[in-house]
């Protein structure tokens, strides 16, 4: 599979989910989220990770988050089964700006956003003119009022912050610095079909799991 393009963190925010919760939402027709298993990918890292390539795959990866992936066609959500599959080798250990090679196996959660795709945002920010989701507590969505319409008779102009809603995919552009999604308002409040809480995954970075 090829490499992954480089883009702008979502106001440099970190989010880590548990593999329950990424795999209800794969379960989920309405999520959106896809997932790749037992990816293999050659990353290059710096040499300075030599002695430790894991924390050098961990910040890799970590840097990719939620980034858009040129072979998946979608922002990145998260990797889990993380496991470097052969020994690494550095092209010289003695140049620090060297770069060293490591064959890498991971699951990848991601989200294409196909247009014409519904799919629940929690409400964030609201004007006039637009307001802004977040999907899955990572994707920023944009929606727009319709132009015809005035904002009293929008349902934008009903929701409150934090409010649950039906987005419409209607336009998107991921391959930006800062990726760009558009949909429109299907439903003013609903029930979320999954949890939306994410959970936190901590813990120690083993040899052959670099991820939980």
Not at 39 to 46: E, N, P
Request: net charge negative; glycine share 6%.
């Amino acid at each position: 599979m090829g490499s992954i393009l480089n883009m702008n963190k979502f106001g440099g925010q970190k989010f880590e989910f548990s593999a329950k919760y990424l795999n209800q939402l794969v379960d989920n027709d309405n999520s959106g989220v896809k997932v790749c298993r037992n990816c293999i990918r050659v990353f290059q890292l710096k040499n300075k990770y030599v002695d430790n390539p894991k924390e050098g795959l961990k910040a890799h990866l970590d840097s990719t988050i939620p980034q858009y992936d040129i072979e998946l066609d979608g922002l990145i959500m998260a990797y889990k089964n993380v496991k470097i599959l052969t020994p690494v080798y550095a092209q010289d250990r003695t140049l620090f700006d060297s770069m060293m090679a490591v064959n890498v196996s991971f699951d990848v959660y991601y989200l294409p956003f196909m247009i014409g795709s519904i799919l629940e945002g929690t409400v964030s920010h609201v004007e006039e003119k637009h307001m802004v989701c977040h999907v899955h507590n990572i994707f920023h969505v944009s929606v727009l009022k319709p132009y015809s319409k005035p904002f009293e008779e929008w349902g934008g102009s009903k929701v409150k912050l934090g409010d649950t809603v039906e987005i419409e995919i209607t336009a998107k552009l991921l391959r930006e610095d800062i990726p760009y999604v558009q949909g429109k308002l299907l439903s003013e409040s609903i029930e979320p079909d999954v949890d939306r809480v994410a959970e936190v995954i901590t813990g120690e970075v083993t040899e052959r799991n670099v991820t939980n």
